[in-house]
């Protein structure tokens, strides 16, 4: 009990600054709810990985509070670690006091990227140039896509490849760029419009969030997605003005940046006048759904954002819950089907249920639970391209899951899980026995023909 | 600070990736699961081998510097911080299944091991370990051992020091002792054994376990029943046992957690209740259904308001969960959780309840109160803030009444967390000064210098006993 207690008694004077900044923008709520129960341990990925407690929840914990505290310094070994969590947030659901883990993480490195005079020059310019120029601009986004269409479809890429050009690029940009997915230059309101009527009766008017990447690389998925939901009995409409979403910048220190996003967003779907904002990429809800959180300190946009947050849900949570399911089919000969949880996806939107209620539900189709289909696939937003040895590590382990499947089609529900996903079937030499496929677009597949 | 020549002589028997002492390192081993305690030590070490150990503990006795070794760190008594400093020995990396003996129904198991992982295992290969504490998914073998965990089959499995037959540990000066064995009878010299059973890590480092497996039961079945009355819930208890049926599970849950759970997991409690017992009992169907249906006739014999028997495995998880989200449901409540592990002989249950009833409004502090009705081992947990200062020492003032209220009742201080630092002071309460004296004396023999885990089991001073105020 606290008469025994010991608490270190060394304080600081805080001369160091990211000391300050930390000390200023760390949660002391969240920090004193973590009981140090250690419940959390078993569910994080880099704790399995490394068995060392600094690369845990708690420990992660325990080091901020220490900083809080004034009983340690944050040193270069700090922001090394807070930048190790792959921000999976597997620990919040298995934690019994629901501390904000993810909270406290971006607290964090928002305070470390404030600070930082690490960064080389290179990543500082294209930090600059992704965060602040490329995901806000869907007009550049759009611009990357052509340019990145044309360089697959001009032979430019055959050439890269084949001439040993990508060879100057670092291992895991290469293995990335392998598994590119044919990129458009149109996003989905250029192909489709902004409007789009239910089939059959009306059950409710949903807006899709379409995303900046999802725009670009999975643009047929979007499409995919606005006619699952008008098949099930729902109106889509996409508004025009909806930007990226900011989880990137949110995830890497640019609260600023993500506040602006989140503003511009809550406004267009605000006016857009639907029941549901529809999400169909994992980690973009996550940070769609904690809009509310992210613009709490905001007294004039508080409580729009409030109701944006209340009415985010993923497609496969709307559709089982509230939409007239088409019937899936599969016509060819019977495949194994298997899936990886996002975990944005999973832990944050708390929707696990819904995909694989789908998934059984696809006739001619056999469905193998994954083991640690819950654990991340080391994605975790550009973490595979930060910290690629971690990622790489975690990727194998996966693999072997993956490969005890023996599934042929491996399912998932966010683009950066699909990318990784499609990487590790490449790099573990399983592309003649399987393909990642998100599960939207499995779906579309094997609606009956004619609703197609 | 380690010494440099300690470190030096450390890395050439572990190799430098497993002795660290940098700041993240030691910041991050300086707790474990006991609120508002904290202390550094001077390094951490990962040993893979009982020959590491061995040959670490005659480098830590010639330099006397203290170890504490621990699995998790999710301990409720303080029993892993490092309060004199010293090295931290964490025995994740020991953490083998050795051997699963069918034919003398054992297993043999390194202490690093996790607890639910080695219990998937044995439930594989249709064997059944019974120590469930709540920890288990997080905690080690080891550690269960180190503080003779409990849990929820207490009543009818026993706790841990009923699974554990041998044992090979490593003693303060390097020695490697073997005791027990693949025996069910052993009477060659004290048990010693038993005693490092508990130990809480004070006489030896535990470095390898033979556990004793048991037959699984082949069915369950889980009720519930609800009291308006915590005498009448009690009597129940009392009652179940006096009939010759020792249920599997006999759980509690008061008037103030009934509302908590109910608050968090909307199961629909009524609200007005100021007791709920869950019961499960397991065995062969006929035997269970039988047993069930005389703790139904009990259970309203006794004046319970409704009963209900879960008819599917279903419902049986979804009584289950008003129990099983107690703690998760109080730790929400307020940054702080308390939960300790009063203990009185089942008949004084009531007793005990109605006692930290009247203890926590008298220090206007909340306890609820839930556990193990059938081993009388109950958890008052007090919701309070670190950072509150005063309400704080209203809460240890109330802690201190509670304990001394358990053993006026011919109860214990602690049932399953152990003493560790928390405890100590009130240690004396409970075995008296020559009790303590029998112990340290023990010790000493053990360990004359003091360096294993110092500062735990034994407080400078015992507490003065509080009178209490029975009005």
Known sequence: MANQAQSPSVHHKTVNPLAAKLQLRLDPDQLTNCMRCGFCLPACPTFAETGIEAESPRGRIALMKAVADGIMEPDRAFEEQMNHCLGCRACEPACPADVKYGRLLEQARDAIEDHTERHSIGVKLSRHAAFKKLFPNQKRMKLIGRSLQWYQQSGLQKFARQSGAMKLFPKHMQAMEKILPEASGQGIVEQIGTRHPAKGERIATVALFRGCLMDVLFTSTNRHTVDLLTEAGFEVVIPEEQNCCGALHAHSGEAEMARSLARQNVQVFKDAGVEFIVSNAGGCGALLVEYDHLLHEDPTWKEDASWFAAHVIDISELLVRHGRLPEFHNEDVSIRITYQDSCHLRNVMRTSDAPRQLMKQVKGVTYAEMKDADRCCGSAGIYNLTQPEMAGQILDHKMEHVRDTQAQVLLTSNPGCLLQMKHGIEQHGLRDQMQAVHIVDFLHDHMHPSRK | MLQEEVKREL???????????????????????????????????????????????????????????????????????????????????????????????????????????????????????????????????????????????????????????????????????????????????????????????????????????????????????????VYAAARTVSSIIESRIIPATLEILDHATIHVVDDYAKLGLPRDMEAMLLIEQDGDREAVERDIERITAICRQEQAVEVSVAQSQEEALKLLTARRSAFTALARLRPTTILEDATVPRSKIADMVIAIHRIAKKYEVQICTFGHAGDGNLHPTAMTDARDAEEIHRVEAAFEEIFEAAIQLGGTITGEHGVGLVKSPFLEWKVGAAGVEVMKAIKQAFDPLNLLNPGKVFAKESRKRVVIDRG
């Not at chain 2, 030896?204 to 029943?225: G, N, S």
Request: net charge negative; with cysteine.
């Open chain 2, 11 to 229: 890395i050439a028997i572990l190799g430098p990736t497993y002795v660290k002492d940098d700041m993240q390192t030691l910041v991050t081993h300086s707790y474990d699961g006991t609120p508002m305690l904290q202390a550094l030590p001077d390094a951490v070490i990962y040993p893979l081998t009982t020959t590491e150990i061995s040959d670490v503990m005659k480098v830590l006795h010639r330099h006397q510097v203290p170890l504490i070794s621990r699995g998790s760190g999710t301990n409720l008594c303080g029993g892993t911080v490092p309060v004199h400093g010293g090295i931290v020995m964490v025995m994740h990396r020991m953490n083998q299944i050795l051997e699963v003996d069918l034919e003398n129904l054992t297993a043999t198991v390194q202490p690093g091991l996790n607890t639910k992982k080695f219990i998937t295992h044995v439930e594989e290969l249709g064997l059944f370990y019974p120590p469930d504490p709540s920890s288990m998914s997080v905690s080690t073998l080891g550690g269960n051992i180190a503080e003779c965990s409990g849990g929820l089959r207490g009543l009818k499995y026993g706790t841990t020091k009923d699974y554990v037959l041998g044992l090979e540990a490593v003693l303060a000066n390097g020695d490697i002792i073997r005791t027990g064995g693949k025996l069910t009878k052993d009477v060659a010299g004290y048990d010693l054994t038993k005693l490092l059973v508990g130990s809480e890590g004070t006489l030896a480092v535990i470095t390898e376990a033979t556990l004793k497996l048991i037959p699984p039961p082949q069915y369950k079945k889980t009720m519930l029943a609800m009291y308006k009355d």
